[in-house]
Every structure is written in structure tokens, then in C-alpha cells.
């Protein structure tokens, strides 16, 4: 079942997402290297979520 924007993704299922981060991190695509395209987010130590990266928008450099 898709939904356009739900609230939450329930346990064992899966989402494809878009984040937007607040500074640089070394991250690639999944395909280009395994081990830089994957991530986990954390809240109050605890995983809230673990993926991959599948593609990077680069977004435009402040004063450039």
C-alpha cells in the first residue's frame, strides 16, 4: 500500500525518504560503495532507523 505522505513507517516496513542534512557528511551512493551508502538514524540513543543511500541531490553552496 502506498501513501503519498504518512505519519509514521510501521516495523518492517520499508519507505523511500529524502533527508536534508544540516552539514556535510561522507556519504555515497550504495552501488558506488557499500560501506558509505549506508546509514542509521538515532534519537536518545536508540536506532530509530537503518538504509541506504540511493541518490545524493547536491544542494548549492551558501555565497557561491
Known amino acids: 500500500?502506498?501513501?503519498a505522505n504518512p505519519r509514521a513507517v510501521g516495523p518492517n516496513?520499508?519507505?523511500a525518504v529524502s533527508i536534508e542534512l544540516e552539514r556535510a557528511l561522507p556519504l555515497e551512493?550504495?552501488?558506488d560503495c557499500a560501506?558509505?551508502?549506508r546509514f542509521a538514524l538515532r534519537a536518545r540513543g536508540v536506532?530509530?532507523?537503518v538504509g541506504?543511500?540511493?541518490e545524493i541531490a547536491q544542494a548549492d553552496?551558501?555565497?557561491s
Open 1 to 3: 500500500v502506498a501513501r
Open 13 to 15: 516496513a520499508s519507505a
Open 29 to 31: 551512493v550504495f552501488g
Open 35 to 37: 560501506a558509505l551508502g
Open 47 to 49: 536506532t530509530v532507523a
Open 52 to 54: 541506504m543511500v540511493t
Open 61 to 63: 553552496e551558501p555565497g
